[in-house]
């Protein structure tokens, strides 16, 4: 079923995203939604999200409601193309910063938006991997090996896939489309797989995704900052490895200030991963006291000054 949180009076700009499950959609409302809704008010942006999978699971290409994501803007097509014209789809594990600007603001929508988890990084994709399995090795597991899974290079990524490489990975977690001009693109590419389609994202969509955008001549890629799909896990890495300390990782008033302070310079954080990093934006400290514009307006101006 799909419900409309926030209807925007004077465009047809929507975020959209599907959670599924009653544990998924609790999580979703009570840790992220409140940012959204925030962020919907201050820009006038539509919102929306869907509770139920996109095909019926007898299909034989029925898949994990990760691969949902491509059905949904066929689905809004066909019932609200007169209400909705471009959007934003987000996984539910992303918070948005009080501070974070119009995501359609500069969108083409000619174009598909998309944020690359490779290029344009706060430092090189292989120094952050490396820090990343260094800490896990470390203070996590003895047997997490070095090289992995998150260092694999793009070869070897699309190869282990059984498709031709291509020149960027992108996450995702964030994409903006036009309903009409890409709804069918999306929804094709679902079809293309049975059910069961084995990829190193737990049966995601991602590498698939990423080979027919990037491969299609219809398909024109808009590049967006880094800052609207910062990823948390390159966050903890670079500025605040500590958490991976015994006496640190449990500490959600310390964790919630370290979320706070990736928001002051980025604008999406996204807690992609199934490991503890991935689970530390279910916080009740997060914004408990002050979740506004004026306080991180005045918390950005004051560092800026300094």
Same mark, same amino acid.
């Given at each position: 079923?799909?419900?409309?949180?926030?209807?925007?009076?004077?465009?047809?700009? +929507?975020?959209?995203?599907?959670?599924?499950?009653?544990?998924? #959609?609790?999580?979703?409302?009570?840790?992220?939604?409140?940012?959204?809704?925030?962020?919907?008010?201050?820009?006038?942006?539509?919102?929306?999200?869907?509770?139920?999978?996109?095909?019926?699971?007898?299909?034989?290409?029925?898949?994990?409601?990760?691969?949902?994501?491509?059905?949904?803007?066929?689905?809004? @097509?066909?019932?609200?193309? =007169?209400? #909705?014209?471009?959007?934003?789809?987000?996984?539910?594990?992303?918070?948005?910063?009080?501070?974070?600007?119009?995501?359609?603001?500069? *969108?083409?929508?000619?174009?598909?938006?998309?944020?690359?988890?490779?290029?344009?990084?706060?430092?090189?994709?292989?120094?952050?991997?490396?820090?990343?399995?260094? *800490?896990?090795?470390?203070?996590?597991?003895?047997?997490?090996?070095?090289?992995?899974?998150?260092?694999?290079?793009?070869?070897?990524?699309?190869?282990?896939?059984?498709?031709?490489?291509?020149?960027?990975?992108?996450?995702?977690?964030?994409?903006?489309?036009?309903?009409?001009?890409?709804?069918? *693109?999306?929804?094709?590419? +679902? *079809?293309?797989?049975?059910?069961?389609?084995?990829?190193?994202?737990?049966?995601?969509?991602?590498?698939?995704?990423?080979?027919?955008?990037?491969? =299609?001549?219809?398909?024109?890629?808009?590049?967006?900052?880094?800052? @609207?799909?910062?990823?948390?896990?390159? !966050?903890?890495?670079?500025? @605040?490895?500590?958490?991976?300390?015994?006496?640190?990782? =449990?500490?959600?008033?310390?964790?919630?200030?370290?979320?706070?302070?990736?928001?002051?310079?980025?604008?999406?954080?996204? @807690?992609?991963?199934?490991?503890? !990093?991935?689970?530390?934006?279910?916080?009740? +400290?997060?914004?408990? !006291?002050?979740?506004?514009?004026?306080?991180?307006?005045?918390?950005?101006?004051?560092?800026?000054?300094?």
């Amino acid at each position: 079923m799909l419900y409309f949180l926030r209807k925007p009076k004077k465009n047809k700009n +929507y975020i959209i995203t599907i959670a599924i499950g009653k544990k998924h #959609i609790k999580d979703w409302k009570r840790y992220a939604l409140p940012s959204w809704k925030y962020y919907c008010d201050r820009h006038d942006i539509g919102l929306v999200y869907y509770n139920k999978f996109l095909d019926n699971e007898k299909s034989q290409c029925f898949k994990t409601p990760t691969w949902h994501r491509l059905l949904i803007g066929k689905f809004l @097509f066909l019932n609200f193309k =007169s209400k #909705i014209e471009n959007v934003c789809f987000l996984d539910t594990d992303i918070i948005i910063s009080p501070i974070a600007p119009n995501v359609f603001q500069n *969108f083409d929508n000619k174009c598909v938006g998309l944020i690359s988890v490779r290029k344009n990084l706060p430092a090189s994709f292989d120094l952050i991997n490396r820090k990343i399995a260094v *800490f896990r090795k470390k203070f996590l597991d003895t047997s997490y090996p070095l090289k992995g899974i998150l260092n694999y290079s793009l070869e070897e990524l699309y190869k282990i896939h059984n498709l031709k490489t291509q020149k960027d990975e992108f996450c995702a977690g964030v994409f903006l489309f036009n309903l009409k001009r890409y709804n069918d *693109f999306f929804y094709k590419i +679902y *079809f293309l797989y049975k059910k069961n389609t084995w990829s190193i994202t737990r049966g995601g969509c991602q590498t698939h995704l990423n080979y027919h955008l990037q491969s =299609s001549k219809k398909v024109r890629i808009q590049r967006f900052n880094y800052k @609207f799909q910062a990823i948390w896990l390159y !966050e903890m890495a670079l500025k @605040f490895p500590f958490l991976y300390l015994k006496k640190y990782k =449990s500490d959600q008033k310390l964790i919630a200030k370290c979320i706070e302070s990736s928001l002051l310079e980025n604008h999406f954080l996204h @807690f992609a991963g199934s490991l503890f !990093e991935g689970k530390m934006w279910k916080n009740n +400290y997060l914004f408990d !006291e002050n979740f506004n514009l004026p306080f991180f307006k005045k918390m950005k101006n004051s560092i800026m000054n300094i």
